[in-house]
């Protein structure tokens, strides 16, 4: 409940910008209205992995910007990334999320049988597969 409560609540701010108090209780009142999904033990323990991997990605993304601004990115290519397996639909949004909020990479399309479809940008030459 609290995972959810938070995770919709960090949405909500990245969508809005906006930390004043009404927008506060605006965002606490749209996070407790939104229906609520099941939560098994193995669906936590995910939780926690997307948790931790969301401290990872927003470093990362200013990190990158300021590389494709100081350092020239001449290559590109489409890479085919495997989604991990038993994913629910709700985490296969923010893997996608995730790999699309850095700048150097965006999800082109996802598919259906089990992967992602990712344009990468990058200083050195890249192995497409």
């Known amino acids: 409940m609290i995972?959810?409560?938070i995770f919709r609540l960090?949405?909500?701010?990245?969508l809005t910008s906006d930390l004043s108090p009404a927008n506060i209780m605006?965002?606490?009142a749209?996070?407790?209205i939104l229906p609520k999904p099941r939560i098994g033990l193995a669906d936590?323990?995910?939780?926690?992995?997307?948790l931790?991997?969301?401290l990872i990605v927003f470093p990362q993304a200013y990190?990158?910007?300021l590389e494709i601004m100081l350092f020239p990115h001449r290559y590109e290519g489409l890479n085919m990334e495997k989604v991990p397996a038993g994913r629910s639909p709700l985490l296969i949004f923010l893997d996608i999320f995730f790999?699309?909020?850095t700048p150097k990479t965006v999800v082109v399309k996802y598919h259906k049988q089990g992967w992602y479809e990712v344009h990468r940008i990058d200083r050195k030459q890249l192995l497409t597969d």
């Open 3 to 5: 995972l959810h409560l």
């Open 10 to 14: 960090g949405i909500w701010f990245l």
């Open 26 to 28: 605006i965002g606490v």
């Open 30 to 32: 749209i996070a407790f």
């Open 44 to 50: 936590i323990k995910e939780w926690l992995k997307i």
């Open 52 to 54: 931790a991997k969301m």
């Open 63 to 65: 990190w990158e910007a």
């Open 99 to 101: 790999i699309t909020f």
